[in-house]
């Protein structure tokens, strides 16, 4: 079972910067396409960003031109650097994978998608 374990979450003041990080871990597997999304106060879940194996990045456009996605495939490892944090930057932060298991380094069956538990970023005025 994969599990994605999320680190960097906090409070920080409006203007500052917070670094997330998702390590995913737990079986052989090939990460498609990993990323964040996120869920503020009486808010629906929405795509914050995602980036492919290939590099391929999908971002928002509420934060495309102040937050940075990027990962590391050797660690499975996906960072998202955020700057000039907003207070509508507010929410639980999620991360996402999609993947493929795999034997003898060759993938199989069907595409499985994971979610980390959430960490919160709260921005203040």
């Known amino acids: ?11 920080v003041q409006s203007g500052g910067s917070l670094r997330l990080s ?13 990323g964040w999304y996120r869920q ?3 808010k629906e879940r929405e795509l914050v ?4 194996t290939g590099g391929n990045i ?11 996605i990027f990962r590391d495939n050797a660690k499975n490892t996906v960072y998202l ?4 944090l907003k207070p509508e930057d507010t929410a639980v932060y999620y991360c996402n994978a999609d ?4 034997i003898y380094n060759v993938d199989y069956g069907d ?10 970023v709260t921005v203040s005025s």
């Open 58 to 68: 999908k971002i928002a456009d509420s934060v495309k031109d102040r937050f940075i």
């Open 99 to 102: 993947l493929k298991y795999q």
């Open 49 to 52: 960003a995602t980036i492919s």
């Open 111 to 120: 595409e499985y998608h994971y979610w980390g538990q959430g960490t919160q």
């Open 1 to 11: 079972q994969v599990e994605l374990v999320e680190s960097g979450g906090g409070s």
């Open 22 to 34: 998702c390590a995913a871990s737990g079986g052989a597997f090939s990460i498609k396409r990993m």
């Open 81 to 84: 650097q955020m700057n000039n």
């Open 40 to 42: 503020g106060p009486g």
